[in-house]
């Protein structure tokens, strides 16, 4: 069972990326899947998330609201973060993660809920 993130590279600001999430063992069907964020300088940092219960419901930090998106592609089990308009604060090492369907909401934001990692994906977004 495993996460491999990719899709990171060298942008300039405005521009675009997509990431990818791609799983091997763990379906994306349930539980949930996020994307983190991480600096040497700070905390691993939340970023979106997508839960599918029923229907789909999708979290975002304030940070990227209404420049990120986040989705699933069910067929090939994969999840993907779209960036659009990128800002050098942006750069971060950047980590695809699952939570079990038993996650509840408050949790969704938190790394800890998160089970299983992908390794990291380097985005740098230079001004």
């Known amino acids: 069972v495993q996460l491999q993130a990719s899709g990171g590279g060298l942008v300039q600001t405005g521009d675009s990326l997509r990431l990818t999430c791609a799983a091997s063992g763990r379906s994306f069907n349930t539980g949930v899947l996020g994307w983190f964020r991480q600096t040497p300088e700070k905390e691993r940092e939340f970023v979106a998330a997508i839960r599918r219960r029923g229907g789909t419901t999708y979290y975002y930090a304030d940070s990227v609201k209404g420049r990120f998106t986040i989705s699933i592609d069910n067929a090939k089990n994969t999840g993907y973060l779209q960036m659009n308009s990128l800002k050098p604060e942006d750069s971060a090492v950047y980590y695809c993660?699952?939570?079990?369907?038993?996650?509840?909401?408050?949790?969704?934001?938190?790394?800890?809920?998160?089970?299983?990692w992908g390794r990291g994906t380097l985005v740098t977004v230079s001004s």
């Open positions: 993660a699952a939570a079990p369907p038993s996650t509840i909401t408050s949790s969704v934001y938190t790394a800890r809920a998160y089970d299983l």
